[in-house]
């Protein structure tokens, strides 16, 4: 399973930013999808979403982004960004749901990462 990834780039604090994940086979399942950051040793799960329509985010950034899907598109938008917010993303993916898709979760597939730098 191959997830596509694109969107990371530098930005200024309170700015935005749009990171975008590509995968056909997650569209007519049962599924979680999600985003995770990893900032140096800590990985963190930033927000996810599964075919139920659960959707969940980390308290450090809850009101401030937000999770969609589209099809086979997984989005995440980024808004009054915060330099705490830097770090390596990894959008995520597996064929479960309910109590196995969680912020806590390590999902089977994962894509190549994208670099989030916010910062003066």
């Known amino acids: 399973v191959h997830l596509a990834e694109s969107g990371g780039d530098s930005v200024q604090p309170g700015g935005s930013l749009t990171l975008h994940c590509a995968s056909s086979?997650?569209?007519?399942?049962?599924?979680?999808m999600g985003w995770f950051r990893q900032a140096g040793l800590q990985r963190e799960g930033v927000a996810v979403i599964?075919?139920?329509?659960e959707i969940f985010y980390a308290p450090s950034v809850r009101g401030r982004f937000t999770i969609s899907k589209d099809g086979g598109h997984l989005y995440l938008q980024m808004d009054s960004m915060k330099s705490e917010d830097t770090g390596m993303y990894y959008c995520?993916?597996?064929?479960?749901?309910?109590?196995?898709?969680?912020?806590?979760?390590?999902?089977?597939?994962w894509g190549q990462g994208n670099q989030v730098t916010v910062s003066t």
């Open positions: 599964d075919s139920d329509g």
């Open positions: 086979k997650f569209t007519y399942v049962r599924y979680c």
């Open positions: 995520e993916a597996d064929y479960v749901t309910g109590y196995w898709c969680s912020l806590g979760a390590r999902l089977e597939y």
